[in-house]
Each structure stands twice: as structure tokens, then as C-alpha cells.
């Protein structure tokens, strides 16, 4: 296989597919990475519990070890009114005996001192771990904007909070790839790749029931890819995220793959003007 910009998987791509299936998917496909769901993004929302010690521990990180792959980040916490730092405790042990580097989360709390509190005091847990917090911005929640995302990962005055820009959810707040460089580069570490239609939906509903069901695979939409990967930092986590419609999980993360990586080899022939040696993994 030729050499290639490092590429994660969000869980969220095939989360019908286990831990120890996902990272052995993963691993015989070429990604670099996975981000595993170890905690509900919605109440009902589909996740795995692996415990520190478990046999089925055992095996995901004896699983990681053989493919070469790491767990870049764990899924996925909503802080909200109702959000208490010590319940994620168990998780975070978890994602500390995986090795994972960072927590991503969202914001939707009404109180927004109490948000920072929350965000800080979980930031400050995480670090205990090794990890970093990451702030996904969400146009239906709280903080859904970039500005909003900036200004309370700022507010938290913790270096191990930042932000995580979804290509989708950045498109649909109203921003733009010139918006995120404008972000100070130490912010954001992880970004999300997928594609979408051009029209934007018309309510929150529709922005969450697309988000969750509608995106495309990155290069079959209208959304500015290119320009968001010339903007974001070249150390950056990358990753892809969409849903997986009904195919065999091992057929949609390939083509996944497979797209993304011509993306990455557009984007660099464009760039320069002339081919040039992709980065390793």
C-alpha cells in the first residue's frame, strides 16, 4: 500500500460493528486510527463499555497492538444541565488504559458559567488520564458556532481543551474554512470529513435527522473540503465520519477510505501544482 496521510475512523461510521471487529476493520483497511463510542451520545444512542482489566479489554488492545492502529479519541459527552464530572470516571478509565488521547464532547447548557465549570473540571479529570478534551461544535446545541466553541474552550484557560471541527456540522453553523483560520492553530487538533448537500436543512430537526443519517461520503457533496484541509492545521487529527446506509460494514469503510484518500491527493496536487509524496503514516 502506498504511503498516505494518517487517517482515523469515527465509531459512528459502522457502530453496529464491536471494538475488537471495528479495530481489526480498521487495521486490515489502512487506517491509522479509530475513535470508539464508549458512551451514549443521546439517550437510546448505540455504545460499548469496555472495563479496565476485562478480557474484552484484553483483546481490543492486543487487537490495536497486531494492526498498527491507535484509539485516537473516545465518544461521545454531552455537557449538559444535567452533566456530572464523576459519572464519565469510569470511562476515561477506560480510555486511558486504550491509550486514547482525547474526549470529545459537546455543549448544551442553558447556564453557561456552569457549562465552563463542568468543561474545566472534566478537562482537568481527563488530564489525569493523558487526554485532552475536544469541543464539538453542534448548530442545534448551545454552542453551536465556531465563535461560541473558541470562547468557552478559552474560558476554561486549560491547555488541554480544543476544538473539534466537523465538516458538516462547521457548514451548517454558517462558517466557512476562512473562519477556522482564523482560530489560534493550538485549538484544533481533531477534524471530521464527510460531505453533504448544498441546501441547508430548515430546522433543528432536520439538522440533527441529516447529521445522523444524511451525510455523504467526503468528495460526493458540496461541501468545501478542500478548502477546510488548506486551513486546519497540518498536525491535525483526520478522521471520517458517516453513517454506514445498510452496506457490509467492511464495504463502507473501505470506500470511505478509499475516497478520503483521493481527497488527500487532490488536495495536495492542487496545493503545489504537481504531485507530491504524501505524508506517512
Not at 488541554?160 to 465538516?167: E, F, Q, S, Y
Request: proline share 6%; glycine share 8%.
Amino acid at each position: 500500500m502506498e504511503d498516505h496521510r494518517p487517517l482515523s475512523i469515527a465509531h459512528f461510521s459502522c457502530i453496529d460493528v464491536p471494538p475488537l471487529e471495528f479495530v481489526q476493520l480498521a487495521g486490515e483497511i489502512g487506517y491509522a486510527a479509530v475513535g470508539l463510542r464508549l458512551h451514549p451520545a443521546f439517550q437510546g444512542a448505540p455504545f460499548y463499555t469496555l472495563r479496565p482489566g476485562s478480557a474484552e479489554m484484553r483483546s481490543v488492545k492486543a487487537a490495536l497492538q497486531q494492526a498498527g492502529v491507535a484509539v485516537y479519541d473516545i465518544e461521545f459527552v454531552v455537557i449538559d444541565e444535567a452533566f456530572a464530572v464523576s459519572g464519565l470516571l469510569p470511562v476515561l478509565e477506560s480510555a486511558g488504559e486504550l491509550g486514547a488521547r482525547r474526549l470529545s464532547v459537546c455543549g448544551d447548557d442553558p447556564d453557561g458559567g456552569r457549562f465552563t465549570d463542568n468543561l474545566t473540571a472534566l478537562a482537568a479529570l481527563a488530564g489525569e488520564f493523558g487526554m485532552s478534551v475536544d469541543l464539538e461544535i453542534m448548530p442545534w446545541r448551545r454552542i453551536g458556532t465556531l465563535t461560541a466553541a473558541v470562547a468557552a474552550a478559552e474560558a476554561t484557560l486549560r491547555t488541554n481543551v480544543g476544538i473539534l471541527i466537523d465538516a458538516l456540522h462547521l457548514s451548517r453553523s454558517g462558517a466557512v474554512p476562512a473562519d477556522v483560520a482564523n482560530v489560534p492553530k493550538d485549538l484544533i487538533h481533531s477534524v471530521q470529513l464527510c460531505d453533504a448537500v448544498a441546501g441547508c436543512p430548515a430546522d433543528n430537526a432536520a439538522l440533527v435527522a441529516e447529521a445522523r443519517g444524511g451525510r455523504l461520503l467526503p468528495g460526493q457533496g458540496a461541501l468545501p473540503l478542500q478548502d477546510l484541509l488548506d486551513v486546519v492545521p497540518s498536525d491535525a487529527s483526520l478522521s471520517v465520519e458517516v453513517p454506514n446506509a445498510g452496506l457490509p460494514a467492511e464495504q463502507h469503510a473501505k470506500a470511505l477510505f478509499d475516497v478520503t484518500i483521493a481527497l488527500f491527493e487532490r488536495s495536495e496536487r492542487e496545493s503545489t501544482g504537481a504531485p507530491k509524496r504524501a505524508l506517512k503514516r
